[in-house]
């Protein structure tokens, strides 16, 4: 906006264009306009500029005035109002700039964006698209794309009548050689290009796509599935799981290196290193990031992100004492960040974390007290919400509150489209083994769930398993043993095990 703003100042000159053209006073009078809406969004007037802004499109003789002046007019609108909050216009005023040339990777990005919050996954798709044919470079890593690209093909995946589309811009984005922060692979995206490539029958180009996937946890969805027994028979060496987790470990290590300002970098080479069980070394890498932030207090920041990636990193310390054994240690951790001052941007999601490890602890009571302070209306997601749920279910559960746990489990019932692996949980635990078992059944029915659902009943390299723990485990293998379950999971996959460790499993 900046670089518009100064662009703006040198372009829209009332005066200027009455020299070049002294007849033409509505390019005068729509110039003059424009300016105007221009200075009241410099003065940070948006609803002001609003209305100049809206004036000059609607002056007559408008659509007759240079085209760039109408770009301007349109794309300063845009911003005027998003300023005011008026989605549905931005959006409007997004569309309109976007058919002129002077339309730019950004332009489009942030119709994509609009059309995202307005709940147009479709148009954004296209929208996404035309950056990444046009503009590949444009289309940045960071966490904003990052959002805008996920959530798009997350709504997109949610309407069975836009599964094209859907394939359509990962694939698009794929060619494009799009990458996240740091320059890794959006894995979970190239799955799905795969599994489109294996429904097309094209073989080729599945195993092209697969090359670029090097998340192990992906590697793993790919190994079990049926689908892709062609592909992994004829190219073992790529889904070396133990291998793609070492690789993982190294090229994070590279990127924390190159990027020693990002606290991000470092919470991405702690997820690495606790996929290897390097546990030991995630505890001492958190030690030290959180020695040298407390050392560094009321100096200039150490990490750029620091506001949004340091509860992570005691998210890391807790999750490595977990892994190590050290169950009280690791709540304690959570809890002493939970009550932190510098906790302030996201009390949410290390509410929710702390609430499950003191269920998993049997300490129900302490696992209410985490999430007690949660208004579940304000601000938090759909998953979220389900999360925050299932503790409290968790909790009422072991605490033999049955009417509490039941008045959630019909909750859960409700909302299972929102998690639907939290509400199969959620089931198991209640009791309802049949409804666990038909959800679990329907889950590997549907293609675009099988990976998750299959993902979750591996068996994966286990840290120690605290009572409460080995008995949802029990749990789990009853479920598994149902000859319908069996049945389904030999239908589709298998199940396997693997030397790596996953936080989810």
């Known amino acids: ?49 609003l209305k100049l802004l809206e004036k000059a499109i609607a002056t007559p003789g408008f659509g007759d005035t240079e085209s760039a ?10 911003f005027a109002a998003v300023g005011t909050g008026d989605n549905a216009k931005a959006h409007d005023f997004l569309v309109a700039a976007s058919r002129f040339p002077d339309a730019d990777a950004e332009v489009w990005t942030r119709r994509a964006q609009s059309e995202v919050l307005l709940g147009k996954p ?42 094209k589309t859907r394939s359509d811009l990962v694939n698009t984005l794929f060619d494009a050689g799009y990458q996240t922060l740091y320059g890794r692979e959006p894995s979970h995206l190239w799955l799905m290009a795969a599994t489109d490539a294996i429904d097309r029958k094209d073989p080729k180009r599945a195993k092209e796509v697969t090359r670029r996937i090097t998340n192990s946890s992906t590697l793993v969805a790919m190994r079990i599935d049926k689908r892709f027994d062609a592909l992994t028979s004829s190219e073992p060496t790529l889904f070396d799981v133990q291998a793609a987790a070492g690789r993982e470990v190294i090229q994070a290590q590279k990127a924390m290196k190159e990027n020693p300002k990002s606290l991000g970098a470092i919470v991405v080479f702690g997820y690495a290193l606790y996929t290897v069980g390097q546990f030991e070394e995630m505890l001492a890498l958190s030690d030290s990031i959180i020695a040298k932030v407390d050392k560094a207090k009321g100096k200039e920041p150490l990490y750029e ?33 939970n009550d932190n001052q510098r906790n302030a941007g996201d009390k949410v999601s290390q509410a929710i974390n702390l609430g499950f490890f003191y269920n998993e602890m049997g300490r129900p009571d302490d696992a209410l007290k985490a999430v007690a302070g949660i208004d579940a209306s304000k601000g938090m997601s759909e998953y979220g919400r389900t999360q925050y749920e299932f503790v409290r279910f968790q909790a009422f559960e072991q ?7 039941e008045a959630i489990v019909a909750w859960m019932r409700e909302h299972k489209d929102d ?5 199969q949980d959620t089931l198991m635990e209640a009791g309802d083994v049949d409804g666990a078992a038909a959800l679990m059944i329907s889950r590997l029915n549907d293609p675009d769930e099988r990976s998750n659902a299959l993902a979750g009943i591996q068996r994966y390299a286990q840290s120690p398993r605290t009572e409460r723990l080995k008995e949802l485990d029990g749990l789990s293998e009853v479920l598994l043993a149902r000859p319908d ?3 389904a999971i030999a239908q589709y996959g298998r199940r396997e095990t693997f030397p790596i460790y996953s936080m989810e499993f």
């Open 1 to 49: 906006m900046a670089a518009l703003v100064l662009a703006g100042t040198l372009f829209l000159s009332p005066g200027v264009y009455a020299a070049k053209k002294p007849t033409d006073v509505v390019a005068v009078e729509v110039v003059g306009l424009i300016q105007q809406g221009k200075d009241a969004l410099d003065a940070d007037k948006s609803a002001d500029a």
């Open 69 to 78: 002046i109408q770009y301007f007019a349109y794309l300063l609108g845009s």
């Open 122 to 163: 479709e148009d954004a798709a296209q929208s996404l698209m035309t950056v990444a044919r046009k503009w590949p470079k444009d289309l940045k890593g960071d966490e904003y794309h990052n959002w805008l690209v996920n959530k798009t093909v997350r709504d997109l995946g949610k309407q069975p009548s836009l599964q």
């Open 305 to 337: 992100d620091i506001d949004e990636q340091l509860n992570w990193i005691y998210n890391h310390k807790a999750s490595a004492l977990r892994a190590l054994g050290r169950f009280d240690e690791a709540a304690a951790v959570l809890q002493s960040w």
């Open 399 to 405: 605490q033999k509150k049955t009417s509490e746990a």
């Open 419 to 423: 998690s639907l692996e939290t509400a």
């Open 485 to 487: 379950v069996v049945a």
